[in-house]
C-alpha cells in the first residue's frame, strides 16, 4: 500500500539533488485549475469504452480486407499487448504525481523541457485532427438513412459541432456524467455485437446456416495487400498493425483525467487494470468475431471501404445484410452513430485539456489556462472546437476520402505519443533508482519493468517508421505526406525550443520528483477523510461499485 512517508530522496550523485519545489503554482491558482470532479465509475467506464470507436467498428473493415481473418487477429493482439505496456507506464507515472499537466508534463520534468514541448503540441495537434476524424465518420453512418444527401452533409456537421461543444461547456461533473451513460451504452452495444456475431455463427441466424470456420478456409486465414505471395501475407498483417495502431490511438485518454480525477492514487491504477480486460475482450474478442462472420473478400466490405456513401463502413452492418437479418443494419448503425460521438465527445475534452497543460506549464499563451467556475478552460475548449470545422472538407471530398487522411495523420500523432510516454517511465524508473527510492513504495507498479517500456518503444518506433510502406506500392504523393508531415513538425518543435531556451537532458539524480507532489497527498489525505466521514458503504453501493 502508498504511504507517502516511506518516500524520500537520497543524496544523488555528485551533480547535487533534484530542485524541489513544494508549491505547484498550477494547483494553487483557483481561477486557473481544473476541478476534481470525475468519480471513480466515470474514470473506470471511461477508461473501459471512451476511446471506443472508428478504429474498431470502422476500421476494422480495412484489417479484415487486407490481412485476412488470422491477419486481422494477429495484428490486433499484438498491438493490443504493447498498448497495454504504455498504459501500465503511464499508470506508474499517474498514480505517483496524478498531476494537471498531462504527458507533457511529465516528459519535461523526466526527460527533457524541450521534449515536453514538442509532445504537447504533438498530441494537442493529434485532437485537433481526430475530432473532426470522428466527426467525419458520423457523416459517413447518417448517409446510410440520406443516400441521396436531402440534407446536406454541412448541416449534419453543425449540429454535430454544437452539440459536443455544450456538453464540454458544462463542465466536468456533467461531462463525467454523461459519458459515463454514454461509455456504458457503448459497452453494452459493444457485448451486444460480439453476441450477435457469435450467435449468427454457430446457426443462429434466419438462415440456420452455421458458418463456423468456413471463411478462415475459404477465402483463407491471410490475405495478400500490393504483392502476392508471401510478401503480400507479410503486408497485409503489417497493414493491420498500422490499423491497430489507429484503432487503440485514445487509449491513454486515462493520463488527460488525472487531473480532475477523485482520489486519482487509487481511481487510476484500478483503470489500467481495466485495460487489459477491455483489450481482450472488445478489440481482440471483436476482430476474432469479425473474422468469422464475414469474409476478407466480400464485395459489399469492398465497396464499402471505397464508397462516398453508407455505414456498410462497418463490417458488422455487412454482416446482419449477409444474414439477412432485416433492420438489424439500422440498429447496428445507430450503435455506431453513438460510438463516434461520444469518441468525439471525448476527443474534445481531451484536446481542451491538453492545451490548458501547455499554458499552466508556460508553453501556450497564458490565456488557455483560464478555466470559468464550473473548471472549463473556456479558450481552449473555444479553440479545439474551431479546429472541428475541418470535418468541412466532407463538402468537397468524399468522407471515406477525408477519412483515410485524418487516420494517417492522427496514427503518426498517436505513435509518437505513446513512444514520448514510455521515454518518460524510462526516465522516471532511472530517476526513481538514481534517488534512492524503491519502486515497490509506489502506488502502483507496471509489471514487466524495465523491459516492458523498452519493447514497447522499440514496437512502437518501428511500425510508426514503416507504417506509410503502401505510399511507394505505387508512389503516392499525398498519402506519403499526410503518413509521414508528423515527422517534420515534431523535430522542428524540439529543436526549436531546445535551441530557444537551451534545454538538456535531465541527469536522473536531478529529476525533480516532488514538486506539488505535498499538495496531491493533502487532497487524497481530505477525501479519504470526507469518505470516512460518510460512513460504510452499503452490500447495494459496494456491488454498483464493482460493476
Avoid at 64 to 75: D, E, K, S
Avoid at 297 to 320: E, I, M, Q, R
Avoid at 446 to 451: I, R
Avoid at 514 to 523: A, L, M, N, P, T
Wanted: charged share 15%.
Amino acid at each position: 500500500m502508498y504511504d507517502p512517508e516511506k518516500i524520500k530522496t537520497g543524496s544523488g550523485s555528485d551533480l547535487g539533488p533534484a530542485k524541489v519545489h513544494d508549491d505547484d503554482p498550477d494547483l494553487l491558482e483557483p481561477q486557473e485549475t481544473l476541478h476534481r470532479g470525475l468519480k471513480a465509475r466515470q474514470i473506470s467506464m471511461i477508461a473501459l469504452g471512451g476511446a471506443v470507436g472508428t478504429g474498431l467498428i470502422i476500421g476494422s473493415g480495412t484489417a479484415l480486407r487486407r490481412g485476412g481473418p488470422l491477419g486481422m487477429l494477429i495484428g490486433y493482439s499484438f498491438v493490443g499487448f504493447v498498448c497495454y505496456l504504455v498504459m501500465c507506464s503511464l499508470g506508474e507515472m499517474a498514480a505517483y504525481l496524478p498531476h494537471k499537466k498531462g504527458f507533457s508534463g511529465y516528459a519535461s520534468r523526466f526527460v527533457d523541457p524541450a521534449l515536453g514541448f514538442a509532445l504537447g503540441w504533438n498530441y494537442l495537434f493529434k485532437y485537433l485532427i481526430v475530432t473532426p476524424n470522428n466527426l467525419s465518420a458520423a457523416g459517413v453512418v447518417i448517409r446510410y438513412w440520406d443516400r441521396e444527401a436531402k440534407v446536406h452533409i454541412a448541416v449534419w456537421m453543425t449540429i454535430f459541432i454544437v452539440l459536443i461543444f455544450a456538453i464540454n461547456l458544462l463542465g466536468i461533473r456533467f461531462f463525467g456524467e454523461l459519458e459515463f451513460w454514454m461509455s456504458s451504452l457503448k459497452v453494452l452495444a459493444l457485448i451486444g455485437l460480439i453476441l450477435f456475431g457469435i450467435i449468427c455463427d454457430l446457426g443462429g441466424n434466419p438462415r440456420h446456416d452455421r458458418v463456423g470456420f468456413r471463411y478462415w478456409d475459404h477465402p483463407g486465414v491471410f490475405s495478400s495487400y500490393l504483392k502476392t505471395g508471401s510478401l503480400g501475407r507479410f503486408l497485409g498483417v503489417w497493414s493491420v498493425m498500422t490499423n491497430a495502431l489507429f484503432a487503440y490511438m485514445g487509449t491513454e485518454l486515462i493520463g488527460v483525467t488525472v487531473g480532475e480525477a477523485e482520489n486519482p492514487r487509487k481511481n487510476i491504477p484500478r483503470a489500467i487494470r481495466r485495460t487489459f480486460w477491455r483489450i481482450l475482450i472488445f478489440y481482440v474478442g471483436g476482430v476474432f468475431v469479425i473474422g468469422l462472420i464475414v469474409p476478407s473478400n466480400d464485395p459489399n466490405l469492398f465497396t464499402a471501404l471505397k464508397a462516398k456513401t453508407g455505414a456498410a463502413a462497418s463490417p458488422f452492418v455487412v454482416a446482419a445484410k449477409n444474414f439477412a437479418i432485416r433492420g438489424l443494419d439500422h440498429v447496428i448503425n445507430a450503435a455506431i452513430l453513438l460510438f463516434v460521438l461520444s469518441a468525439a465527445n471525448s476527443d474534445l475534452y481531451i484536446g481542451s485539456r491538453t492545451l490548458y497543460g501547455l499554458a499552466a506549464e508556460g508553453k501556450a499563451p497564458a490565456v488557455f489556462k483560464r478555466v470559468n467556475r464550473m473548471g472549463v478552460p473556456y479558450a481552449a475548449l473555444g479553440l479545439c472546437t474551431a479546429f472541428c470545422a475541418l470535418v468541412y472538407l466532407n463538402v468537397y471530398s468524399s468522407s471515406a476520402q477525408v477519412f483515410g487522411y485524418f487516420v494517417a495523420l492522427v496514427t503518426f500523432f498517436g505513435a509518437t505519443t505513446w513512444m514520448c510516454i514510455v521515454l518518460s517511465h524510462i526516465r522516471f524508473m532511472k530517476a526513481l533508482k538514481a534517488q534512492g527510492i524503491d519502486r515497490s513504495t509506489l502506488p502502483y507498479r507496471a509489471p514487466l519493468q524495465p523491459w516492458g517500456s523498452y519493447f514497447a518503444f522499440v514496437v512502437t518506433a518501428i511500425i510508426t517508421f514503416f507504417k506509410g510502406f503502401d505510399s511507394f506500392i505505387p508512389w503516392n504523393t499525398t498519402t506519403f505526406i499526410t503518413n509521414y508531415i508528423g515527422a517534420p513538425v515534431f523535430f522542428f518543435l524540439w529543436l526549436g525550443y531546445k535551441l530557444l531556451y537551451r534545454t538538456s537532458v535531465i541527469p536522473p539524480a536531478r529529476v525533480d520528483l516532488f514538486s506539488g507532489k505535498r499538495q496531491i497527498d493533502e487532497e487524497e489525505e481530505r477525501y479519504l477523510q470526507e469518505q470516512a466521514e460518510r460512513g460504510p458503504k452499503t452490500r447495494w453501493q459496494r456491488i454498483w461499485d464493482s460493476l
